[in-house]
């Protein structure tokens, strides 16, 4: 997969993605994730906020989320 995000001035192809960090705000129910891209050459950080949930979330959840998102990004 290639992504192109508006951030950086290049396209990220085939990174390994590694969620580092979940906050929850437990109130609204929602989550924003900082996740790692990392390719032979570069690392690229994001934060992809929009996660919302009903009563609680599991770390499978937030994965499955992040992968949809990431859908939105691909060139």
């Known amino acids: 997969m290639t992504y192109k995000f508006e951030q950086f001035n290049t396209e990220i192809t085939n990174p390994q993605v590694e969620v580092i960090s979940v906050s929850d705000n437990i109130?609204?129910?929602?989550?924003?994730?900082?996740?790692?891209?990392?390719?032979?050459?570069?690392k690229f950080g994001l934060n992809l906020s929009g996660f919302t949930y009903s009563d609680s979330w599991e770390d499978a959840d937030i994965i499955a989320w992040v992968d949809t998102e990431l859908i939105k990004y691909e060139v």
């Open 27 to 42: 109130q609204a129910k929602t989550c924003s994730v900082e996740i790692l891209l990392t390719t032979d050459t570069a």
